[in-house]
């Protein structure tokens, strides 16, 4: 059992935790309703390809506007995101070594070309190694 003191130091330290509200409270019950309200609707689309050392087409069913990166075979990360510069990413390796190189990274297909290409960064495309992708798009609500 707690002493007065222990429970005052308990409930000041779980006084930011906000308190749970009931689901009818919350003004969208479901995302795609939040989602439509605000004028779009989400896109993701996640798949795996084995590096080649050179440049990989990854077609998808939407045109991409930021992807995500996953080297499992030698731990390196890469995020391309729409503000970024083409065949740049960032990329975080196992060294570890946060950087974000302009050339060989992640290249955005053209308008309507629903696909990004993977560049042959040497720690994220490497021959052999199994790459894990996420690509995340968002169109207006009529689909253009």
């Known amino acids: 059992m707690l002493d007065a003191d222990n429970q005052d130091k308990r409930n000041s330290a779980s006084a930011s935790v906000l308190p749970a509200k009931p689901v009818e409270s919350v003004p969208y019950v479901d995302f795609r309703t939040l989602l439509a309200a605000l004028g779009y609707a989400g896109e993701v689309f996640f798949g795996s390809v084995v590096g ?5 087409e990854v077609a998808c069913p939407f045109d991409p506007a930021a992807v995500l990166l996953v080297n499992v ?17 960032m990329k975080l390796t196992d060294a570890p070594a946060l950087t ?4 060989d990274g ?7 070309a629903r696909k990004f290409t993977i560049g042959a960064d040497a720690d994220l495309n490497v ?3 199994v790459i894990h992708y996420v690509a995340i798009g968002s169109r207006g609500v009529t689909g253009v």
């Open 100 to 103: 974000v190189p302009v050339a």
């Open 52 to 56: 080649t050392g050179a440049p990989i």
């Open 127 to 129: 021959a052999a190694e």
């Open 73 to 89: 075979t030698d731990p390196t990360f890469g995020l391309y995101l729409p503000s970024m510069a083409a065949a740049s990413v």
């Open 106 to 112: 992640i290249t955005l297909g053209a308008k309507a």
